[in-house]
């Protein structure tokens, strides 16, 4: 049996019918998404602002993978807890950035204990042989450090900073989709189309070179437990934070 909306969400839902209208019969450019999908809250609280991104790859094959970073310009409005398996001077480094969590040892059996407390974490590369059996805890909730996602680093002092400035991680699921956390309801759309096209130009810039075919296939936005909103593919396309 399908799940009936309750009476807010069938709002928030009239909001998008009106919002495309005869003009826009399928989606939205990406300003009007971004106004849009403000009004299409559902709950009380500042809700989170998520895009979701379909590629044209295939991810059963490890060459169409998408992967990568992006640092969104106006932060994702979010308070992102960072734990960093360091030791030495880096104890230090990690601190003075901001860092929530520090340590080495404590911190591994910590999470071995089935401890998961925080968002991000960042290792050294030297603490990755005491970090690297704690991936069966830390793969499946998105935790584990990564070279690729500039989580495994001596630079930790700067990891730290670009973490909590709003740099987040991107990687297609089974289905070639991203989901991309790009601010709250609270941001103004200007911000939210400057994180928007931030995160476009990095899916862009990681197209994998086996990909062939249209790369960006469909994008919509959704608030926390709210409808989604269809944004125009081709006007996304041409986004750009310049």
């Known amino acids: 049996m399908a799940?009936?909306?309750?009476?807010?969400?069938?709002?928030?839902?009239k909001k998008i019918e009106a919002a495309l209208g005869p003009d826009h019969p399928g989606s939205l450019t990406p300003v009007r998404a971004c106004e849009v999908v403000r009004d299409t809250?559902?709950?009380?609280?500042?809700?989170?602002?998520?895009?979701?991104?379909?590629?044209?790859v295939d991810p059963r094959h490890a060459d169409q993978i998408v992967r990568g970073t992006v640092?969104?310009?106006?932060?994702?409005?979010?308070?992102?807890?960072?734990?960093?398996?360091?030791?030495?001077?880096?104890?230090r480094e990690a601190q003075e950035a901001g860092a929530d969590y520090v340590g080495g040892e404590d911190l591994v059996q910590?999470?071995?204990?089935?401890?998961?407390?925080?968002?991000?974490?960042?290792?050294?590369?030297?603490?990755?042989?005491?970090?690297g059996p704690l991936g069966r805890i830390l793969g499946p909730r998105g935790?584990?450090?990564?070279?690729?996602?500039?989580?495994?680093?001596?630079?930790v002092g700067r990891a730290v900073r670009e973490v909590k400035s709003g740099r987040v991680e991107f990687r297609t699921d089974r289905y070639g989709i991203v989901h991309v956390a790009i601010g709250k309801v609270s941001f103004e759309p200007q911000k939210?189309?400057?994180?928007?096209?931030?995160?476009?130009?990095?899916?862009?810039?990681?197209?994998?070179?086996?990909?062939?075919?249209?790369?960006?296939r469909s994008l919509y936005l959704a608030t926390t437990m709210g409808p989604s909103v269809p944004v125009d593919v081709r006007e996304a396309a041409k986004l750009t934070t310049g």
């Open 71 to 91: 640092s969104l310009p106006n932060g994702t409005g979010k308070t992102v807890r960072v734990l960093c398996f360091v030791g030495g001077d880096k104890v």
């Open 110 to 131: 910590r999470v071995q204990q089935g401890w998961t407390d925080f968002d991000v974490a960042i290792a050294t590369p030297d603490m990755m042989s005491r970090v």
């Open 192 to 216: 939210l189309q400057e994180n928007l096209a931030a995160l476009v130009e990095a899916l862009v810039r990681s197209k994998p070179a086996a990909a062939k075919g249209q790369y960006l």
């Open 3 to 13: 799940k009936k909306h309750g009476k807010k969400y069938q709002e928030a839902l």
């Open 41 to 56: 809250s559902t709950v009380r609280f500042d809700a989170t602002v998520e895009a979701h991104v379909r590629l044209g």
């Open 143 to 155: 935790l584990m450090p990564n070279p690729r996602a500039g989580t495994v680093t001596f630079d």
